[in-house]
């Protein structure tokens, strides 16, 4: 039996009409309702983990359709999911993480009487108007000179080791921003701005320099010449990393009448660069520090004291941003703060929401290598990750901050999931995952509500091996919205 529809979800969740129609067309949907699109990928060579379920009130459920739902395969950025879920059970929805300057010495008539700390406390999204909170705050307290050094201390993480091959080429040059390094000091996402801007005489360079800071903080190899208007704006841009430090490479054209744009690429060490901006900030509001900046992986002293401190956005509205954005340095970053025990690295923070899972009755294996997905390494399954799901599902305290950071296909900030029916686009909520390297990745999963308004989890995982070929997200999305329109309008 086929059975199509292809109603707006805003009518679906209006009219009682929809599911009794639904209901008496497709009274054995149970024998169409399934995965049957998406397994044609198999057929291509894909691997497949999928499952998709109905929730109810007294914790049982039924299954709509099912795929090699306990095969182990890689979930790409879906392990963002589990990381959010690990950090809310943790901390809690209004969790914040400071930032602080700490010092062992005294002030004495404005002047600091030894090294002044930045002791980072793994904000994700420290950016820099908050180390102008901290100065300012610094301020207040009374300091005007600092009679020793500027230290960031990266004690709780960093620099943490890399375990990918982006991340380990970025260390001496990257030309991105998500491969930035990991630190618990990190500002900025661990990267450099460039802002650049055309020049008003065709033939001459563009003009550039930094987003955050008016001071030379980086080189910039600046090849970026300004054409006549309309003529195109193509920029391509590298920060390498040789024993001066980085250097920001730009080359390209732009339109004397293009507007200025950003650029973001990953810093070679994100602890330094934190060093370098904040001692500029000091120096550009008259705090003077006599010794050189350093970075310490030490903690400081205990009898050390705090002149000032700044504290992060709350948890639920920092996994927003990671997860509707899928940043991975913010990603790792939060998940190397579930790690108790100084100098955490990724393994750690991994095996950190491994335990929480453990938790999870009925779960079944799984394996992190880190909290971001950014490894092919990561296994779960679709029935592990809809457990987890619908655990969530049943914490009234805790799941609308989750459910918050997942995306509507119709409203996502991810362009390539707008499409599929109204009904897909409307009453779904989903997170995904891709990688490319070193073989495809693509995976979703999530919720939906049915036309009878009822909740449901779904979850999907399509890895590909080294000999399948490029996979794109309309082969799996295009699909997969048919297959869970089917079971949204049969229920």
């Not at 732009?254 to 650029?263: E, K, L």
């Amino acid at each position: 039996m086929t059975c199509f529809f292809n109603l707006p979800g805003r009518w679906l969740r209006s009219s009682a009409v929809a599911g009794v129609a639904a209901a008496a067309l497709c009274a054995s949907s149970a024998l169409w309702a399934d995965f049957s699109r998406l397994s044609q990928l198999e057929a291509k060579g894909f691997s497949i983990s999928a499952e998709a379920r109905l929730l109810s009130a007294d914790s049982s459920h039924l299954t709509l359709g099912s795929l090699n739902p306990e095969r182990q395969l890689s979930p790409a950025s879906v392990t963002k999911a589990y990381m959010a879920a690990a950090l809310l059970n943790r901390f809690g929805p209004q969790h914040r993480f400071t930032s602080q300057l700490v010092s062992v010495g005294q002030v004495v008539n404005g002047v600091l009487q030894g090294d002044l700390v930045f002791e980072g406390g793994g904000d994700p999204g420290l950016t820099t108007e908050d180390l102008w909170r901290l100065v300012q705050r610094l301020q207040l307290a009374g300091v005007s000179r600092v009679e020793g050094a500027l230290v960031v201390s990266q004690w709780r993480f960093g620099p943490v080791e890399c375990i990918t091959t982006d991340r380990c080429n970025a260390r001496t040059r990257v030309a991105n921003a998500y491969s930035a390094p990991l630190s618990s000091a990190g500002v900025n996402f661990g990267t450099w701005c460039v802002n650049v801007a055309p020049a008003a005489t065709p033939g001459e360079p563009a003009r550039v320099g930094l987003c955050d800071s008016q001071a030379p903080l980086v080189a910039i190899d600046n090849q970026v010449v300004t054409r006549p208007p309309n003529s195109g704006t193509e920029i391509s841009a590298e920060r390498i990393t040789n024993e001066r430090g980085d250097v920001i490479r730009l080359r390209g054209q732009m339109s004397t009448n293009a507007i200025a744009r950003d650029v973001y690429r990953g810093a070679g060490d994100a602890a330094e660069k934190t060093a370098q901006l904040l001692l500029s900030m000091l120096n550009q509001a008259g705090i003077s520090v006599r010794d050189p900046w350093r970075v310490s992986s030490t903690p400081p002293p205990s009898s050390a004291q705090r002149l000032a401190a700044v504290d992060s956005q709350p948890l639920q509205e920092l996994l927003l941003r990671t997860m509707n954005y899928s940043n991975n340095y913010m990603a790792d970053v939060l998940a190397l703060n579930l790690v108790e025990t100084p100098q955490a690295q990724l393994r750690q923070a991994g095996q950190a929401i491994e335990a929480y899972v453990q938790s999870l009755p009925g779960h079944g294996p799984i394996t992190l290598h880190s909290g971001s997905g950014l490894t092919t390494d990561n296994r779960t399954s679709a029935h592990g990750v809809n457990v987890m799901l619908e655990d969530m599902f049943r914490q009234g305290a805790l799941f609308p901050s989750f459910v918050a950071s997942f995306q509507s296909p119709s409203n996502g900030v991810m362009r390539f999931i707008r499409r599929g029916s109204a009904t897909f686009q409307n009453n779904v909520m989903l997170k995904t995952g891709t990688l490319n390297q070193p073989f495809a990745v693509r995976a979703a999963a999530g919720y939906f509500r049915t036309a009878q308004g009822r909740w449901g989890v779904f979850s999907v995982l399509v890895n590909g091996s080294g000999s399948t070929p490029y996979l794109s997200w309309s082969e799996v999305l295009d699909p997969l919205s048919l297959d869970l329109d089917a079971m949204i309008l049969a229920n």
